[in-house]
């Protein structure tokens, strides 16, 4: 099983990002995914989750600004995140739900 994120980078605060994590080595369509993040010295958090029917969960503190989904024929979940905060910086994670699958993690930089 393989995760691979992608698009990380610097913006400055009030810009957009689009995280994408492609996934291989499963059964795609099956699987709750997952975004999580963790900001320098603090603990890995759950951002936000999209089940096999599209079902979305968020935090609260990206309620209104990140927008999971997934496209089941790329085998591809995607995090849009708009109106980013310096707060929002964080190495971000891709996930398979309950499972030991993450990928590498792609770094996101928001500048005040």
């Known amino acids: 099983v393989q995760l691979q994120a992608f698009g990380g980078g610097l913006v400055q605060a009030g810009g957009s990002l689009r995280l994408s994590c492609a996934a291989s080595g499963i059964i795609f369509s099956i699987k709750t995914m997952g975004w999580y993040r963790q900001p320098p010295g603090k603990q890995r958090e759950l951002v936000a989750s999209i089940t096999t029917t599209h079902n979305t969960n968020y935090a609260d503190s990206v309620v209104g600004r990140f927008t999971i989904s997934r496209d089941n024929t790329k085998n591809t979940v995607y995090l849009q995140m708009n109106s980013l905060k310096p707060e929002d910086t964080a190495v971000y994670y891709c996930?398979?739900?309950?499972?030991?699958?993450w990928g590498q993690g792609t770094l996101v930089t928001v500048s005040s």
């Open positions: 996930t398979i739900l309950r499972s030991n699958y």
